[in-house]
């Protein structure tokens, strides 16, 4: 029995290391960041091994923090319950945590750039897009 159980553990964790170096090369991209009063923070789409693109995968916030839901579409059940099914998901917790890891590092580089690109308080006048006329007189200034 002890030695069952050994062959069954060493055969497991050979999986493990396996699927973990199986592992395909994962790239994401934010598509759009969402601002607004829903728990959708931004829209996404991944690139696995050059081979296939999923889109639709949503970075949402909830009371428990951020984090990635992949698509997926929505139907009634027999007692009018809504459900939810999704269309693409991982198979294996080892791509599971790679796509969630890609997609929230992109996320948060994609809120940092946007941060950095353009962002402007209209709380303070000195930020307003005027320009100031030989005369002193406010006109605004040209668009880029």
Request: net charge negative; proline share 3%.
């Amino acid at each position: 029995m002890a030695q069952t159980y050994r062959n069954n553990n060493q055969r497991n964790n050979q999986n493990q290391q396996t699927r973990k170096q199986n592992t395909p090369a994962i790239r994401a991209k934010i598509d759009r960041l969402v601002d607004g009063d829903g728990n959708t923070r931004a829209y996404a789409s991944i690139n696995v091994a050059g081979a296939v693109a999923i889109h639709g995968i949503r970075v949402m916030d909830s009371r428990k923090g951020v984090f990635v839901s992949m698509p997926n579409r929505s139907y009634k059940d027999s007692n009018g319950n809504t459900q939810y099914s999704d269309i693409a998901h991982a198979v294996t917790k080892e791509v599971r945590e790679a796509i969630n890891k890609q997609v929230l590092d992109a996320y948060n580089q994609a809120l940092e750039e946007s941060q950095n690109d353009g962002f402007t308080d209209m709380g303070d006048d000195d930020d307003l897009p005027f320009d100031e006329d030989e005369d002193g007189s406010m006109d605004f200034a040209p668009s880029m």
